[in-house]
C-alpha cells in the first residue's frame, strides 16, 4: 500500500513546477475550505514556503504543501492537471469525497 497521504500525477507535477517557476514561488499550495454548493471546495494558490506544520509533498521537480487539516480530507487523494478542450485545470481524485458538485472543485463526505 502507497505511504504517500496525497500524490502528484506526473502531468500536475509538471504543470507545478512551470508555474512555479514562472512566479518566482515554491511550491502550490493545496488547501480545503468550507463552502462551495457541496459543503467543501478545494483552493489552489502559489506559497513561497511552507508553514511547519505542513506536509510537502515533492514529486518530478514540484512541490505541494497541505496543511493539516485539510490533509485530514485529502488523505489518499491525487492531484492531476487536465489540458481538455473545454479548458486546463487541476482535479483532484478524492476517495474521502462522497459527491461532487459538477464544476468539480466542490465536494462533500458522509
Known sequence: ??????RLTDRA?????EIAA????AALRVAVLAGG???FQYRFE???EAAPDDVV???GGARVVIDPASLDLLAGAELDY???LMGSHFAV?????????????SFSVD
Not at 507535477?13 to 513546477?17: G, K, T, V
Not at 514562472?22 to 514561488?25: E, L, M, V
Not at 478524492?94 to 472543485?105: F, V, W
Open 37 to 39: 454548493c457541496s459543503g
Open 82 to 84: 487536465t489540458d481538455e
Open 46 to 48: 502559489l506559497d513561497r
Open 1 to 6: 500500500m502507497d505511504s504517500t497521504p496525497f
Open 93 to 105: 481524485r478524492n476517495p474521502n469525497a462522497s459527491s461532487s458538485c459538477g464544476c468539480g472543485t
Open 13 to 17: 507535477a509538471a504543470r507545478i513546477a
Open 57 to 59: 509533498v515533492e514529486h
Open 22 to 25: 514562472s512566479q518566482d514561488a
